[in-house]
């Protein structure tokens, strides 16, 4: 059994561990509020964009890059949405385990060809990806530090225009989406090409026929949406993945801390028990040298 003066410092220390959690978890909530009103604005905007392309490349007769399917798909690039901070349970892990099971089960020819790449945002991707057989063709470790759509706008432009000049003919998402506080849909969708068929929901609204006239054409417009288009798909992405983080971390801290606490109620019980059995101890030997001088 432990001496009283490391119980005792042992306590104190889950104590201290205990106020550093609690004081995340209320930092990290904190964050969700917002992160939360912003995936919340971004979400109707996301769908109506999505619906409004659909309709534009339903309506438009001219071939556009950005939707033409490859006659073969040679080279494949992946984007990964992870943190730049740990300390929120499985969120990476969970995700990155989902995009090596979809690069293994449908992409490990690319990869052990070399024409598989990747662009990791935040400093859990990178150093995960960056230390295992990939490609990282991108890397944005400190991304999270300042969100803003300038920077998703950068890296989207880059994508399109590899994937215009033919060094991607396709191009995949891998994100977590916000669910609830103690849950995230991890999901791969595929950005590059543009499939048509998943751009009109399956909603009332949209089977509503209605002929539009446009001016100017609709394909000088749709020329202007998809990257429009594809700009919000990916800030939507990195929008859902902070809540998602937030979330995440606020849930971890809050079992970090109920540990805690339950580290230190046995402590704190194995102290008494220790203390007790020292207190015995002493009265055991008081009682027996008053036997003994007693005695003599």
């Not at 930092?27 to 996301?46: C, F, G, N, S």
């Not at 990869?111 to 990806?129: D, E, M, P, V």
């Not at 509503?208 to 446009?214: A, L, P, S, V």
């Not at 801390?257 to 339950?262: D, F, G, P, V």
Request: glycine share 4%; hydrophobic share 40%.
């Amino acid at each position: 059994m432990a001496n009283l003066r490391d119980i005792r410092t042992r306590i104190e220390s889950i104590k201290n561990t205990q106020q550093i959690t609690r004081a995340m978890k209320m930092v990290a909530a904190a964050k969700l509020r917002k992160a939360q009103d912003r995936i919340i604005e971004t979400r109707p905007y996301a769908s109506k964009m999505k619906e409004v392309v659909g309709r534009m490349v339903e309506n438009s007769n001219d071939d556009n890059v950005l939707l033409d399917q490859p006659d073969s798909t040679d080279n494949v690039l992946f984007i990964i949405v992870g943190s730049d901070r740990g300390l929120c349970g499985g969120f990476n892990n969970n995700l990155f385990k989902v995009a090596e099971a979809e690069i293994k089960e449908n992409y490990s020819e690319y990869q052990k060809s070399g024409n598989l790449s990747l662009i990791c945002i935040g400093r859990q991707a990178t150093k995960y990806f960056g230390k295992r057989d990939y490609k990282v063709k991108f890397e944005y470790p400190g991304f999270w530090d300042n969100i803003e759509f300038p920077k998703a706008t950068k890296i989207m432009k880059s994508v399109i225009s590899d994937f215009k000049s033919g060094t991607f003919d396709e191009v995949n998402l891998v994100f977590n989406e916000f669910k609830s506080v103690i849950a995230q849909n991890r999901l791969v969708e595929t950005l590059l090409p543009i499939q048509p068929d998943t751009l009109v929901e399956d909603t009332e609204d949209s089977q509503q026929e209605t002929e539009y006239i446009f001016e100017p054409s609709a394909d000088k417009i749709l020329k202007k949406l998809l990257p429009l288009h594809l700009n919000l798909q990916l800030w939507k992405a990195i929008l859902e993945s902070n809540a998602a983080e937030q979330g995440a971390r606020m849930t971890a801290m809050d079992n970090a801390t109920e540990n805690a606490q339950e580290m230190k109620e046995d402590l704190q019980l194995e102290y008494n028990r220790a203390r007790q059995s020292a207190i015995t101890t002493e009265i055991s030997e008081i009682i027996s040298g008053a036997q003994a001088l007693e005695e003599a």
